[in-house]
């Protein structure tokens, strides 16, 4: 059975940081690229970062460049986000998500974990 | 960024009609589009990929279709566990983005 099991999210105030982990199980992780999909409280779904398998290209939007840096190790079957300089906006219930390698779906999804800035 | 715009934003109907929801990008991304369904407080979960194939286990009721700018999903016969929230995703490159979104709600 696949899962991806999201966890580290909590209360933060604002400028700190918080490192969220996906633990992934059910399939071969080290073949999949994986994503950061967030949900801010009664929006709609916003993709924050990826990182495919083996090359381990990255890529983020915008609104988190330079703020929050994605990272994997296969090897433990993990994923992860390094969130830094929080602000309110980033305030979501933060999804991990695969997809297979080359321009595919996103095809299965976490549970998410709730990340709020707040002071 | 490619914008992906769904319509409408609400859409109101009742158990065994049918559902017609749309989503417009802001530049072609060939079938590079999936749908995904999303119930309060769950995950979302995929639905159709490459614009027209449905995921596993999927019923037969939802299909997909469109290429280029303009896609449709439409749910044949709306079951009660069909209300809920659809998203399309268009994956043309590394940059995914979502549609804001349509919200299917009983009549």
């Known amino acids: 059975e696949v899962q991806l099991v999201e966890s580290g999210g909590g209360l933060v105030t604002p400028g700190g940081s918080l490192r969220l982990s996906c633990a992934a199980s059910?399939?071969?992780?080290?073949?999949?690229?994986m994503n950061w999909v967030r949900q801010a409280p009664g929006k709609g779904l916003e993709w924050v970062a990826s990182?495919?398998?083996?090359?381990?290209?990255?890529y983020y939007a915008d609104s988190v460049r330079g703020r929050f840096t994605i990272s994997r190790d296969n090897a433990e079957n993990s994923l992860y986000l390094q969130m830094d300089s929080l602000r309110a906006e980033d305030t979501a219930v933060y999804y991990c998500?695969?997809?297979?390698?080359?321009?595919?779906?996103?095809?299965?999804w976490g549970q998410g974990t709730l990340v709020t800035v707040s002071s | 960024e490619i914008v992906l715009t769904q319509s409408p934003g609400t859409l109101s109907l009742s158990p065994g009609e049918r559902a017609t929801l749309s989503c417009r990008a802001s530049?072609?991304?060939?079938?590079?589009l999936a749908w995904h369904q999303q119930k309060p407080g769950q995950s979302p979960r995929l639905l159709i990929y490459?614009?027209?194939f449905r995921a596993t286990g999927i019923p037969d009721r939802f299909s997909g279709s469109g290429s280029a700018t303009d896609f449709s999903l439409i749910i044949s016969r709306l079951e009660p566990e069909d209300f809920a929230v659809y998203y399309c995703?268009?994956?043309?490159?590394?940059?995914?983005?979502f549609g804001q979104g349509t919200r299917l709600e009983i009549k």
């Open positions: 998500a695969r997809e297979e390698d080359g321009y595919k779906p996103i095809d299965f």
């Open positions: 059910g399939f071969t992780f080290g073949t999949y690229s």
């Open positions: 990182m495919t398998s083996v090359s381990g290209y990255k």
């Open positions: 530049q072609s991304v060939n079938t590079k």
């Open positions: 490459d614009a027209s």
């Open positions: 995703q268009q994956y043309y490159n590394s940059l995914i983005t």
